[in-house]
């Protein structure tokens, strides 16, 4: 399935309009989990890049963790979602550490974003002022965010569209995220983004069934626990038959 059309030009302020160009690659639809070596794993089920970055506030385990709570935890998964590579990724924890307040600046404005995402995804298709807002936020993001595009030879040989950052390079690492989010009102996708039914999962993830019916965010977690709680509560009602 081929990548939505990038929204960088589309949605910034006064921006010129040009040909469209597409997100950064990030993880194949359905993936469920990488990390950079030593880091923790991160869930990827929601078929988008911007769903995948909502989710990083649902982690699974008890208690629950945030994949957000140091900067660079948001660059582990920048980097396990294919939105940052390896050598800008160094980058930018040697200027971490030149210029703390700036990824301390960085790292909240990453929560803020996904907060607001999580708005967009939660009830953007229902309420429009939850549409308006969150354009509103993409644009203040993309405002901020100076920089050239360029064609880039990868490492298997393909090529792809890259967002090489100028001046503030803090400032431009949520692009590929916003722009994601972007493709998602331009494309009108809100209407197929469905939260997991499972009572204690806070996933989110885009449905691409031909039907629409997609319930859960991974078969193979959620689904397989909806299957075995229906089992156990089947068996609990036919026990006094058998009795």
Same mark, same amino acid.
């Given at each position: 399935? !081929? ?18 160009s ?5 993880? !194949?639809?359905g993936?469920? !989990? ?21 989710n ?13 709570? !140091? ?29 703390p ?7 909240v ?36 965010s ?25 400032s ?12 998602a009102l ?5 209407a ?6 499972g ?19 991974d ?5 397989n626990?909806?299957?075995a ?15």
């Amino acid at each position: 399935m !081929s990548q939505p059309t990038s929204l960088a030009t589309a949605l910034a302020p006064g921006a010129p309009s040009t040909a469209p160009s597409t997100a950064p690659s990030h993880r !194949s639809p359905g993936a469920s !989990s990488g990390a950079s070596p030593g880091g923790p794993a991160f869930a990827f089920v929601g078929e988008r890049l911007w769903l995948d970055f909502v989710n990083t506030d649902a982690t699974r385990g008890k208690p629950r963790t945030d994949a957000l709570l !140091s900067f660079d935890g948001l660059l582990r998964w920048l980097e396990a979602a294919g939105a940052l590579d390896a050598e800008r990724a160094m980058t930018m924890r040697r200027r971490a550490v030149e210029q703390p307040a700036g990824a301390t600046a960085a790292l909240v404005e990453a929560r803020r974003t996904r907060a607001m995402l999580r708005q967009l995804a939660e009830r953007g298709a229902r309420t429009e002022r939850v549409r308006l807002d969150a354009l509103a936020e993409l644009n203040r993001v993309l405002g901020r965010s100076t920089g050239t595009r360029r064609l880039e030879l990868r490492r298997d040989g393909s090529v792809g569209r890259a967002f090489v950052p100028v001046g503030d390079a803090f400032s431009t690492l949520l692009i590929p995220v916003v722009e994601s989010a972007g493709d998602a009102l331009v494309l009108g996708e809100l209407a197929r983004v469905r939260r997991c039914a499972g009572a204690d999962c806070a996933r989110v993830f885009y449905d691409g069934t031909r039907n629409g019916a997609r319930r859960w965010c991974d078969m193979a977690s959620c689904g397989n626990r909806a299957k075995a709680a229906r089992f156990r509560q089947a068996r609990r009602r036919a026990a006094p038959d058998l009795a």
